[in-house]
């Protein structure tokens, strides 16, 4: 899911502090941004990817594939909504594709939610 403008200078807002007056405008708008992030990590065999790449930095689809047991095509089907979501990247070699973590943005979404619903919802 790609992110509207206005969801990204609202994540990318760096004059972010707690005393911001969030408003649930802004969490609805938050909520949006982070839907492709939700999604990818609600899937088990998904978070089992992130652990992985968190463990070994960067591999490949049979590397994945040969830990974790499950099939070349569902291996790629779980790196695409990764990829789609933001949480990781791809590099191609030759001819293959290693794929390695992104934290700090998607991390960034989340803490955002998470502040502004404190404020928000409070």
Known sequence: MLLS???L???DRKDMTTSK???LDDVAQTFRACESLFHALGDPARQQIVLLL???ERLNVNQI???MHLSRPS???HLKVLKDAGMVSLA???RENFYSLLWDEPIGRLKLLIEQSE????
Request: overall charge negative.
């Open 21 to 23: 007056a969030w408003t």
């Open 9 to 11: 200078e609202l994540i």
């Open 92 to 94: 191609r070699e030759s």
């Open 65 to 67: 594939t040969d830990l």
């Open 75 to 77: 291996i790629s089907h």
């Open 5 to 7: 403008v206005d969801a």
């Open 119 to 122: 404020i928000a919802c409070s």
């Open 54 to 56: 968190a463990e070994h």
